[in-house]
Nanobody, 126 residues
Framework: QVQLVESGGGLVQAGDSLRLSCAVS????????MGWFRQAPGKEREFVAS????????TYADSVKGRFTISRDNAKNTVDLQMNSLKPEDTAVYYC???????????????????WGQGTLVTVSA
């Protein structure tokens, strides 16, 4: 059984940093894209960042480009999201996800991903 568990969320002030981590168990996904999404209250889940299997390719939403960095460690089966210069509009539940597909590319759509974590809440106060 595949499980994704996020950690690292919390309450911070605007301008602060947070690092989210996601541990994957039950199977290795060394050749699959991994990603982070977020969902704010009353809004649809949206793409944040994706990383391809060997970390050579990363894709970011325009709203986080230059502030967030995604990374993965295939040996540990983890994917992280370093978030700097946080803004109140970054407030959301953040989800990590793994695509059940073999590709050298990143993936940016919710429908591309098969496995999801339960989410971790990030709240950024003004």
């Amino acid at each position: 059984q595949v499980q994704l568990v996020e950690s690292g969320g919390g309450l911070v002030q605007a301008g602060d940093s947070l690092r989210l981590s996601c541990a994957v168990s039950g199977r290795t996904f060394n050749y699959a894209p991994m990603g982070w999404f977020r969902q704010a209250p009353g809004k649809e889940r949206e793409f944040v960042a994706s990383i391809n299997w060997n970390s050579e390719l990363t894709t970011y939403a325009d709203s986080v480009k230059g502030r967030f960095t995604i990374s993965r460690d295939n040996a540990k089966n983890t994917v992280d999201l370093q978030m700097n210069s946080l803004k109140p509009e970054d407030t959301a539940v953040y989800y990590c996800a793994v695509a059940n597909t073999l590709t050298r590319l990143t993936k940016t759509s919710v429908s591309d991903y098969t496995y999801w974590g339960q989410g971790t809440l990030v709240t950024v106060s003004a």
